[in-house]
């Protein structure tokens, strides 16, 4: 088992920056990838960033490359979603989720790929 805690979210107006953090307890140490979605009011959950955390391999939605960097600190058990310029249709509940099954038959940007997901952090960017 796998216990992901967010954090970070909060209010901020167009244009600004955030970081998130994604701190993971328990049975950390068969982790491979890690992701972070988000779920805005009324749609469905969407893939943000992934990062495989024993190597170089990272993968971000279109809506955010090159505003967001996701990046892991794994002394710390944590992983980070740094958020620049951000856009009014940022605003979203932030999801990170550890992939420990590898199972490949899905894409790091389908949410059947992750075995664990915390509860969520609110981040809502105001004009």
């Known amino acids: 088992q796998v216990q992901l805690v967010e954090s970070g979210g909060g209010l901020v107006q167009a244009g600004g920056s955030l970081r998130l953090s994604c701190t993971a307890s328990?049975?950390?140490?068969?982790?491979?990838?890690m992701g972070w979605f988000r779920q805005a009011p009324g749609k469905d959950r969407e893939f943000v960033a992934a990062?495989?955390?024993?190597?170089?391999?990272?993968d971000y939605a279109s809506s955010v490359e090159g505003r967001f960097t996701i990046s892991a600190d794994n002394a710390k058990n944590t992983v980070y979603l740094q958020m620049n310029n951000l856009q009014l249709e940022d605003t979203a509940v932030y999801y990170c989720a550890a992939d420990q099954s590898l199972r490949v038959i899905f894409r790091l940007q389908q949410e059947a790929r992750y075995d664990y997901w915390g509860q969520g952090t609110q981040v809502t960017v105001s004009s």
């Open positions: 328990g049975r950390t140490g068969a982790t491979y990838y």
């Open positions: 990062l495989r955390l024993s190597g170089d391999v990272n």
